[in-house]
């Protein structure tokens, strides 16, 4: 896994922070559709954050091992389903730490990201601390556009939003005919 890549001049880079919740992969996918449009990049960061358990350093240790395993395989999870939806190959970055500071660290420390996409749980469901993080007071900490993408979006709804064409099911490549 990559912490960077090169930046290509022309090309947009979408940074997607991660899990396996529902409105990540919304995200993800809205972020999939505006790049295939735009011939740009994906990045997806997972960031794994730090334990409670601190009682014994053998099983935090063990713990420690086992969050960045589920890391791992869920960005390789989210990794094939992006290579089968839009057909391009994503960036995959692991971090440790506060979900809001290693965002931000990332996005100063890479140039090449250009817009940072959160997904946003619907009403009632999961979390949407980082989305009230980055969106409220640390907004002026980002040089960069933040994308909110509903997570209760269909893929003909993200497609509608990502293209000129209407959409077509089977069709996520643009569908002119």
């Known amino acids: 896994m990559s912490d960077s890549a090169e930046h290509i001049a022309g090309r947009v880079k979408f940074l997607v922070c991660v899990d396996d919740s529902k409105d990540c992969r919304i995200a993800m996918r809205f972020a999939c559709l505006r790049a295939r449009n735009s011939n740009g990049f994906v990045a997806l ?99 960069i556009p933040l994308s909110i993408v509903p997570g209760n979006l269909t893929d003909e709804q993200l497609f509608n939003i990502t293209y000129t064409t209407p959409y077509r099911p089977n069709c996520l490549t643009r569908c002119d005919k």
């Open 45 to 143: 960061l997972f960031v794994i954050e730090p334990g409670d358990f601190q009682h014994w350093v053998a099983v935090e240790k063990l713990m420690e091992e086992e969050r960045r395993e589920e890391a791992e395989r869920i960005l390789q999870e989210l990794a094939a389903e992006v290579q089968d939806f839009v057909g391009i190959r994503p960036i995959l970055i692991v971090r440790e730490g506060r979900r809001t500071d290693e965002v931000l660290k990332l996005i100063e420390e890479d140039p090449s990201i250009n817009i940072l996409v959160l997904g946003a749980a619907p009403e009632g469901e999961g979390s949407n601390e980082l989305v009230r993080s980055l969106s409220g007071e640390l907004t002026k900490r980002l040089r």
